[in-house]
């Protein structure tokens, strides 16, 4: 399986889809999140949990992550010149934080490309944060060449307070586990409107990520959470079809929120 991946790599058989994240206030478009795809002639649909990993064990994974950022990038600017101005989120494996000119490089393309480095967020697995040798260096180079750094999956990890304490994030993603069953939960409530209040109390700002039922989004919204994605919202679209889902998206909004604010009135 590592040969073929590494060979699909190389003849540029992976391609990349793309989640909406919008604004939970206003239901507008903030960023579109790269997700990579592979799909295997044979065995059909690998999804990244499994050959993300093999990628890091075998050293592939510097070169993956630089032909989805190039990827993400180059789709950015064709969004733009259709009238789309959102910004772009990668995930980054925390193996290629080692590489201190890993920020120059990520740097280099967005000016190749001519997409503000502002524009982009590297999102990393709060799994994948220990303490590695240069990665507060990195990330620290990261900020000051003014990208957004989000912690994925927050919650996951076994020591994400200390990671936010003292690493540079921008950004916190509150991981899907939390979100599935808030309505009934009263634990996990007590959990995200915690997590929400430590996120602005750093001045990050917090994403929901796995919102699919309008009850999750209401609740969320009067939490104060920033930012919502999931299946309620869309799915991992592909490129083309992100102008369209935007069109229809505005739309829906409005009737997606309605509910709650009958609720609160
Ligand atoms: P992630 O970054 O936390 O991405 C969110 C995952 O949840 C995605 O799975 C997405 O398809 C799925 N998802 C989004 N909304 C919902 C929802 O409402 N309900 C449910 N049940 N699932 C939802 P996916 O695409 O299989 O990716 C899994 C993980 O693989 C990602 O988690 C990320 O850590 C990693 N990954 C994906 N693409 C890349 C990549 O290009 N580079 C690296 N290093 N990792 C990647
Ligand atoms: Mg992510
Ligand atoms: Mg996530
Ligand atoms: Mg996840």
Aim: aromatic content about 6%.
């Amino acid at each position: 399986m590592l040969d073929e991946l590494e060979r699909t790599l190389r003849q540029g058989g992976l391609r990349l889809v793309y989640q909406p994240k919008v604004d939970a206030v206003d239901g507008s478009l903030v960023r579109v999140e790269a997700l990579v795809r592979w799909a295997h002639s044979e065995l059909g649909a690998i999804p990244p949990a499994r050959f993300i990993p093999l990628a890091e064990e075998h050293g592939l994974i510097d070169d993956l992550t630089q032909w989805a950022l190039r990827t993400a990038l180059r789709q950015w600017r064709e969004w733009k010149a259709a009238g789309l101005d959102t910004s772009l989120a990668v995930n980054i494996s925390a193996i290629s934080l080692e590489q201190l000119d890993f920020p120059d490089l990520v740097e280099r393309m967005c000016r190749a490309l001519s997409v503000p480095t502002d524009r982009l967020v590297l999102e990393l697995t709060e799994g994948a944060t220990q303490p590695l040798i240069n990665m507060m260096d990195t990330l620290t180079r990261f900020r000051i060449k003014g990208l957004g750094l989000a912690l994925d999956d927050f919650g996951t990890g076994y020591s994400g307070l200390m990671q936010l304490r003292r690493l540079p994030f921008s950004e916190i993603k509150i991981d899907r586990q939390f979100i599935t069953e808030l309505t009934t939960s009263r634990d996990d409530q007590v959990i995200v409107r915690a997590v929400i209040e430590l996120a602005h109390g750093l001045d990050l700002k917090v994403t929901a990520e796995g919102v699919e039922t309008a009850e999750q989004l209401g609740i969320l919204r009067a939490m104060g959470c920033d930012l919502i994605q999931g299946y309620l919202l869309a799915h991992p679209l592909e490129a083309g079809d992100l102008v369209a889902w935007a069109i229809r998206h505005k739309r829906r909004w409005k009737l997606l929120i309605r509910p709650s604010d009958e609720q609160q009135g």
